[in-house]
């Protein structure tokens, strides 16, 4: 079992920036590909960004390439999603996901990842 435990959520101005984090208890860390999703109130949860376990394959969502960077420190189990340029459509509960992946693959379909944080909230004013 995987625990995985998101922070660094938050209230924000559009246009502000915010670092999520994502630790996750599990020592052969390197061994998951991890991805982040959000949800707003509403809405379906929806995929955000993906990382291969050596963090060699990055994937972002369209509506979020180039303005958000997910990365990860393995020695620290941490993953971690930078985000920038935020706007009220960013607005919502930010879930960290991990699937266990020895190839080294990307996931991206929500129903891949076995493990999930409890989520932090994101909100951005306009």
């Known amino acids: 079992q995987v625990q995985l435990v998101e922070s660094g959520g938050g209230l924000v101005q559009a246009g502000g920036s915010l670092r999520l984090s994502c630790a996750a208890s599990r020592r052969t860390f390197s061994l998951y590909a991890m991805g982040w999703f959000r949800q707003a109130p509403g809405k379906e949860r929806e995929f955000v960004a993906a990382?291969?376990?050596?963090?060699?394959?990055?994937y972002y969502a369209d509506s979020v390439k180039g303005r958000f960077t997910i990365s990860r420190d393995n020695a620290k189990n941490t993953v971690y999603l930078q985000m920038n340029s935020l706007k009220p459509e960013d607005m919502a509960v930010y879930y960290c996901?991990?699937?266990?992946?020895?190839?080294?693959?990307?996931?991206?379909?929500?129903?891949?990842?076995?493990?999930w944080g409890q989520g932090t909230q994101v909100t951005v004013s306009s």
């Open positions: 990382i291969s376990g050596s963090g060699g394959n990055i």
């Open positions: 996901a991990a699937a266990f992946s020895p190839s080294d693959g990307l996931r991206r379909d929500r129903d891949r990842f076995d493990h």
